[in-house]
């Protein structure tokens, strides 16, 4: 499984950015997808996960963030509003990997956002 993301950049506090990942390969053995996100000098931390069409939150991102998966697409994205500076990081995607007993994570290249004040 290769993992692909997208979307990063710059925004200003208070915007919106929306992530994209693509997913390749044996993706019919997926289960639950995520996202990471890890700060300078920090480690890295979930953000949120997808799992049979539920979503879990990190408190800090609750209400202002949203998951979601497109099956048919092997896509995954990350809708991300009123940003805030503290947001700022490299996001990572992430993809549980299960098949004939075997479990694997897999991970994308990440993609940077800034949040400038």
């Known amino acids: 499984v290769r993992l692909v993301e997208s979307g990063g950049g710059l925004v200003q506090a208070g915007g919106s950015r929306r992530l994209s990942c693509s997913a390749f390969g044996s993706t019919f053995s997926i289960n639950a997808m995520g996202w990471y996100r890890q700060a300078p000098g920090k480690q890295r931390e979930l953000v949120a996960s997808i799992r049979d069409g539920v979503a879990n939150y990190a408190d800090s991102v609750k209400g202002r963030f949203t998951i979601s998966r497109d099956n048919a697409k092997d896509m995954m994205y990350l809708e991300m509003n009123n940003l805030k500076p503290d947001d700022t990081a490299v996001y990572y995607c992430?993809?549980?990997?299960?098949?004939?007993?075997?479990?694997?994570?897999?991970w994308g290249q990440g993609t940077q956002v800034t949040v400038s004040s």
């Open positions: 992430n993809a549980e990997w299960v098949f004939s007993g075997l479990r694997r994570d897999y």
